[in-house]
């Protein structure tokens, strides 16, 4: 028998006239690069730096606020044991027979990468003004997954090591590219970063939120709130391993 083939559909995304590659496709190739990369196909670019900025100065003025010493102390405490569960994760993973999902594996490898490098510091303050940020301009994300794919995208780049090279033809010279990872990856990160950086979060958008004049208070209660083996537990349950 002669069937005619169906007519090709359009692409799920507002506004888009394009047709999907195939019958199994939502969106038009466009749009599947763009929610690829960037977590939502109504996106085009990810966070720039300038429009993070005034809300990584309101964090590190948060943070100064408190004992120096021992905010550092928290924040090299939270990307330590980040680093040492996703280590141990990894090296049980590749010791078992069944080594499990292929992107749980990439994602534990990229963390071990980038906590090695990262200054733990500033990647606290990143993670704080990204929340702040979502808090106050809530529409800059249209969902959360966007919102991830920015934060573990922002994170990734204090480790230089997530760059590559690439030939611009524009500038005819060698650039620096930002490696992407697979989408299943991002998002593994990134249920990571937000479960180890939740009390942090939670603590700094409360002293935003009131912003008073009591330092010696929120920096105890940073303290209290991140010790490593807290960050541990709220990682344990919440399957992140
Ligand atoms: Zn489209």
Request: hydrophobic share 40%.
């Amino acid at each position: 028998m002669h069937q005619r083939p169906p007519p090709a559909r359009r692409c799920r995304a507002p506004g888009c006239e394009r047709t999907v590659p195939s019958q199994w496709a939502a969106m038009c190739l466009w749009h599947q690069m763009r929610n690829r990369r960037f977590g939502d196909p109504s996106l085009t670019g990810c966070l720039k730096r300038s429009e993070l900025k005034p809300y990584l100065i309101e964090v590190r003025r948060l943070c100064a606020r408190g004992h120096e010493e021992r905010t550092e102390h928290v924040f090299s405490g939270i990307q330590q044991r980040l680093r040492e569960l996703a280590e141990s994760t990894l090296a049980e993973r590749l010791n078992a027979a069944a080594q499990g999902r292929e992107w749980f594996r990439r994602a534990e490898e990229e963390i071990v990468r980038v906590t090695a490098d990262a200054n733990p510091v500033e990647a606290a303050h990143l993670i704080g003004a990204l929340f702040l940020m979502r808090e106050r301009v809530p529409r800059r994300w249209p969902t959360e997954r966007a919102f991830r794919f920015d934060v573990v995208r922002a994170w990734r780049k204090l480790a230089g090591i997530s760059y590559g090279s690439a030939w611009d033809h524009r500038l005819g010279k060698m650039r620096r590219m930002y490696r992407e990872l697979r989408p299943r990856v991002v998002e593994t990160v990134a249920e990571w970063l937000v479960t180890a950086y939740a009390p942090l979060v939670a603590r700094l958008r409360a002293a935003a939120r009131a912003d008073v004049e009591e330092p010696k208070t929120f920096s105890d209660a940073l303290a209290a709130a991140l010790w490593p083996s807290f960050v541990q537990s709220l990682l344990t349950t919440s399957g992140a391993k």
